[in-house]
């Protein structure tokens, strides 16, 4: 049996218990009714991404799940569009489009959520192999090292080495060396680099100590680079998929809606407000999202980000943080008042009317980027004083390291390191660490790791705790194995800032095209489209009007050809089916609101990997310019056309 402690059994065997089933996982499990015979390559598929995943269903689950929610996904639509008297050849297509899309969601979900696995887990692989090292490197043990690496980290491939703990701990394998071949074999396909690391950090175990410190230098040497590279490749790859993005999902649909007013005059029956809104504001921006979360999917994730969740002053919302308190106090009065103007008008063009539907746009757009901003704002301090503390440990440890190399007593250390970082931020750090073993006549680890008082509750990232924890470890068997851990760990960190510096500048083409896109491109296309729209709407009303009156003034001297003509030309040109300018407006502002929070969201995936705080950062300020572009470019170009044209001039002649 291998040297696993009892409390880490116990941990192990809490966490197999306490794993409950999703709601996804619940759903598969009910509607396993159905008799479902599924191919043999496809099942084998399935059964691969869910062991791989440790998802809890069987590929039969699966797919009754995905037959079962597309029929009534279906019958549910075709309900909705008879209820709103637009049952027609075009919604039926349409629906049987959205029930495909269903099935193809939930169909291909364990596909997905293994991909996504893959993903999460790769975000930490460097960290991993970095743990492991530095446990290596004090002790020659990968028992202790694996089980240091899972209890530090915290996403996918914590529960990955978790789950081989726990393997070797129910004895499916008797050694850690077998359960850790056969993890390294998992991982071969999707991360080279990384079962390389681990070859060598397993091998290492059997060398002496200078060549095994060589080996586990190696190790963290290969996947820094390896992923480095990975990066480098991705850039290349992301930018023509973007600039197709841009062309075909987002410019040129919006583009394609300047047709529209003049198309629902000539094809009412199939041009049909609903069906554009579904179309575009629902139909539309799904397509993207898929088509970008098929991009991002493919994301080589590299560093992990500062987790704030533990830290005090974290979960502690002020009023105006508030999820339901934003929206309520600032976007609602607007998108209020501005239906309230909207419900029960007739005209197809007034300027007084779009300027209400703007309002109504104004208000989702400013719901949205005031809670993203005040609902991080306040955060981002603490997020911000973490990740400078993180960027400044390395440094911070190799002094602390080199004064405790020549003997000097831990405490007198802290206090010299403390003089020489005062410039910087990680010396309130050391001063807390301090302040609790004078004040309170605290051990080490007690400063650093007490629950009420600990420097590392203020602190709460999870690279400075699992580097802490090494530390303290090694403390206790002397001052000179602290002092190496820390030149060490110094030495990781420094070259994981650098290659972390060199990925984001990798990534600045691409996500700098993509916030262009919804900042300039998206908003300034959506502004000269709703002009065009306003002004080609305008003028066929004109038009129609101006034609309506010559009949009448010629119907005494035509007579019944009078009405012949009429009736002629408002079969042809049926104008009261046109789309309003007002509505048109809507769909086009609901629309560029997506498009542009998505975009925001990818472009900041892309660069800081799945951090709320950023995205929502992000998603205000890219929102936010193309609030500004979006409302400016459609005043301005329509107060400039109708200056330079005179639609009742051009319909008069």
């Known amino acids: ?87 027609s050849l075009s919604t039926t297509i349409l629906s049987l489009t959205i029930a495909s899309m269903t099935f193809y969601f939930l169909a291909s979900y364990p596909i997905r959520y293994a991909t996504s696995f893959r993903i999460n887990a790769s975000s930490e692989m460097v960290l991993a192999a970095i743990y492991m090292s530095i446990s290596m490197h004090l002790s020659a043990n990968l028992e202790n090292s694996v089980k240091f690496a899972s209890r530090n980290l915290k996403g996918a491939l914590a529960k990955d080495l978790r789950e081989l703990l726990w393997s070797v701990y129910t004895r499916k394998y008797d050694r850690i060396e077998d359960a850790l071949e056969v993890f390294i074999k998992k991982w071969e396909r999707e991360n080279k680099e990384f079962a390389t690391a681990l070859y060598l950090i397993k091998n290492s175990s059997a060398e002496s100590q200078l060549k095994r410190e060589r080996f586990l230098d190696e190790a963290v040497s290969v996947i820094l680079e390896g992923t480095k590279e990975r990066m480098k490749g991705y850039a290349r790859e992301m930018k023509e998929p973007v600039t197709i993005l841009n062309a075909l999902g987002i410019l040129l649909p919006i583009i394609g809606l300047v047709f529209f007013p003049v198309v629902s005059i000539f094809l009412p029956e199939i041009v049909k407000p609903v069906l554009l809104v579904i179309g575009y504001d629902v139909f539309l921006p799904l397509i993207v999202f898929f088509l970008m979360s098929s991009y991002l999917e493919r994301r080589p994730y590299s560093f992990h980000q500062p987790d704030l969740r533990k830290h005090p002053q974290f979960a502690v919302d002020k009023f105006y943080e508030k999820p339901y308190i934003i929206p309520v106090l600032v976007s609602l009065p607007l998108i209020g008042f501005g239906i309230s103007k909207l419900i029960g008008a007739k005209e197809i063009f007034s300027f007084e009317l779009m300027v209400y539907s703007m309002l109504v746009t104004l208000g989702i757009f400013a719901g949205i980027i005031s809670y993203s901003y005040l609902s991080v704002r306040r955060k981002l301090k603490i997020r911000q004083e973490i990740a400078d503390i993180e960027g400044e440990f390395a440094e911070a440890l190799f002094q602390l390291g080199s004064l405790m190399m020549r003997g000097i007593p831990l405490e ?20 807390k660490i301090l302040y609790n073993i004078k004040t309170f006549g605290m051990t080490f680890e007690g400063a650093v790791f007490d629950k009420q008082y600990g420097a590392i509750r203020y602190y709460p990232s999870t690279l400075i705790e699992a580097i802490m924890n090494v530390v303290v470890e090694t403390s206790q068997k002397g001052m000179q194995s602290a002092s190496k851990s820390m030149v060490i760990i110094s030495k990781y960190l420094k070259d994981m800032r650098e290659v972390n510096e060199d990925l984001k500048n990798m990534m600045e083409d691409v996500t700098s095209t993509m916030n262009t896109q919804a900042i300039v491109l998206a ?19 004109s038009l129609g009007e101006s034609i309506k009156n010559i009949y009448g003034s010629l119907g ?13 030309f408002q079969s042809i040109f049926n104008i009261g089916s046109i789309l309003p300018v007002h509505a048109f407006q809507l769909i086009v502002g609901v629309y560029l609101v997506e498009i542009a929070t998505l975009i925001a969201v990818s472009s900041s995936t892309i660069t800081n990997g799945d951090e709320s705080l950023l995205k929502r950062l992000n998603v205000a300020k890219i929102l936010l310019y193309s609030a500004i572009v979006y409302f400016i470019s459609l005043l301005v170009t329509y107060f400039v056309f109708t200056s330079v044209i005179s639609i009742e001039r051009l319909t008069l002649q």
């Open 1 to 87: 049996m291998p040297a696993i402690s009892r409390d880490y059994e116990k941990f192990l065997q809490e966490e197999q218990l306490a794993r409950k089933l999703s709601i996804y996982e619940r759903l598969c499990e009910i509607s396993e009714f159905l008799p479902v015979f599924l191919p043999k390559g496809l099942e084998s598929k399935y059964s691969e991404a869910i062991e791989f995943s440790h998802l809890k269903i069987t590929p039969k689950g699966a797919i009754t799940l995905s037959i079962v929610a597309t029929l009534m996904i279906f019958a549910a639509s075709l309900t909705l569009l008879i209820s709103l008297d637009s049952f």
């Open 412 to 431: 007198t250390a802290l206090k010299r390191s403390k003089e020489q970082t005062k410039n910087m931020k990680i010396s309130d750090f050391f001063d």
């Open 523 to 541: 908003p300034l296309s959506a502004g000269v489209v709703v002009t065009l729209a306003a002004i080609m709407t305008r003028l066929l009303v």
């Open 556 to 568: 005494s001297a035509l007579g019944p050809a009078s009405d012949i003509g009429s009736g002629i």
